[in-house]
């Protein structure tokens, strides 16, 4: 089972320290904080209103499953006993299913000190082996320089543009699409 398993300990680049580890159904009261913190920050995320305690537990009860199934991989970064950054792999189906979605996030006051570039690395790196997949493909805001150069640097590459694809802040934001083939 791999629900709550630890992959290790790090220090972020202020030399405090976190962990990554698997999402476990214990998480869901600080999987619901957090992604409602993101909510309120009115982050560059997908989602546009707060979830309820009954949408988060559905939420995290699908991930494990999918998880046990080798269908999704969650990770998630904690400090201090509190989810600092969030990631998922979802393996796409049928012919696609070399194939995987990936999504990031990371707390606001934890943005800019290597932990997403971490999460991000070891997601793939576990993805590729358990999921067996050949390729991550994502969507990010075309504003989101930060995210942009993160999925550069990682070897993402463009591979298209969806105009007016986000709606964000009341605006119409060109949608991204990239991929990385592992």
Known sequence: MKAGRIIGKYKDKKGEEFLIRYLNFSDYE????????????DAMILLNKKLTKEEELEWICKQLKSMENNESLVLVAEKNGRIIGITEIIKRKGKESHIGV????????FRGRGIGELLARKILEIAKKELKIK???????????????????????????????????RKYITKICMYKEL
């Open 102 to 109: 990936f999504g990031i996030s990371v707390e606001k006051n």
């Open 30 to 41: 600080k999987c619901l904080n957090y992604i409602n913190r993101l909510v309120e920050e």
């Open 135 to 169: 390729m991550v493909i994502l969507g990010v805001y075309e504003n989101n320089i930060p995210a942009l150069n993160l999925y550069k640097k990682l070897g993402f590459n463009i591979c298209g543009k969806l105009p007016k694809g986000i709606k964000h802040k």
